[in-house]
């Protein structure tokens, strides 16, 4: 028979070992197996996806190649490492084939963004989005674009002018498009919930090759010249396009903002261009928006805080003005489920003045009155020729008016089953500003020249 002692030293050493296995236990169960170094992965920053022939895809790869700061590696050692495109049935057989070039594992989970080719994104994108919206290392985070042209062009061309690195340049991007309105932010969480979601469309980024600056690597100063803006200016849709809103008047200089990507005459920087939005209705592109509709829709979608647009003088027509636009509050819309619909949009703006060309004096009431006023009636009709566009002629609902009708409906299936892209067809359109100058800058008077010529 065991000794008293001992009975009562038995619990104890049970609870320690009973310890020492839930202490130790997770230690002997975690494993390394199936480990991947850094140096044994190829990280993936951006994915292109083009149409090709018999239904095939061709997918592009831009990999990550590492540098070392201190190796005093140029960007040139890293341009000689290009793309890769694998010409496949899917992205998933892509994704397999792309290791058998490749001395390292090919993996997804530093994706920045995805470009889609124009032909694939007319055609439709719910096939090449399966199984990026399955696979785990797709993240719904990543941006998504589209590209004028084929997306293998667009990646292979792409060299940043600032950011150094792969990672960043999506995001950077980004940043640029939701300060300055050039062109929409979308993400890839952002196109597969429009998917789902009933009567909603979306606007992309979209890339282009600016031939201009391509073609003028060695000979900057010829892009600016009579001869080459007189017989290579591009015939942007925007520019021609009554939707635009602003007619060109006789002796009135270009506005350049009424191109798109790959449009914009300039010399340098990055062979590509990143401008204007691609307008999807479901999952397949059916327009093209250049700068300047880019911006009104980011009033319109209530993402735009600092705006540059240039009006038409009051005073003088044929002269510019600079104004800053920024957004009060979110717009005010308001839809009656009447026959024909009626949909009211309300845009609370302030103003600052940053250009006079006239050099009128707008500091006087009346004068300020008189040119809000012009503002607003300059501002309403764009942004209603631009939602005529969207709606009637694209029937494409990306703003999205129709989240605002959905309280007017008792359930969901009754929401969806309402035909509203039939009702849209003829709805009648109010759109409404109210912009306010607050400021003039750093100087109220324009400049006068006192010296007589």
Sequence with gaps: MQSQEQR?????????LALLLLS?????????????ELEQQAFVTTLGLDKAPDGQLDCTFRIAVPVNPASGSSKEDSKKNGPITIHARSVSEAMLMANTSLERTVTFSHLAGIIFGQKLAESGVVDALRPLVRFREFRQTVSVSVSKGTARDVIANFHPV?????????????IVGKRT????????????????????GLCTPLYAMNHYAKATDGAASDTTSEDSSSSGTPSSEGQSDKSSGRS??????????????GE?????????DFAGAAVFRGDRMVDALNTRQALLFSLLHGGLQNGKFDFDDPFKPAADLGVALHSERMPT????????????????????IINVESGYNFATPSAQLRLEKSMEKQLNAEETALLERLLVRDRSDCVP?????????????????????????????DVQSEIHVRRFGTQVEPLQSLNGQ
């Design 8 to 16: 009562r030293s038995a619990p104890f050493v049970h609870k320690t």
């Design 24 to 36: 130790g236990g997770p230690f002997a169960l975690s494993g390394c197996y199936d480990r991947q």
């Design 162 to 174: 600032l950011e150094q690195s792969a990672g960043r340049i999506n995001d950077s991007i980004a």
């Design 181 to 200: 309105g050039l062109f929409p932010v979308a993400y890839l969480h952002d196109l597969t919930s429009t998917l789902e979601t009933p009567h909603e």
């Design 248 to 261: 060109e008047q006789s002796g009135k200089k270009q506005d350049v903002t009424r191109r798109g990507a």
């Design 264 to 272: 914009i005459v300039r010399s340098g920087g990055n062979p590509v």
């Design 333 to 352: 819309i308001l839809v009656n489920l009447t026959h024909p619909v009626r949909i009211r949009i309300r845009l609370p703006l302030d103003a600052d």
């Design 401 to 429: 008016v129709s989240r605002y009708i959905r309280p007017k409906f008792a359930t969901y299936p009754s929401f969806a089953a309402y035909p509203w892209e039939k009702q849209m067809q003829h709805a009648i359109i």
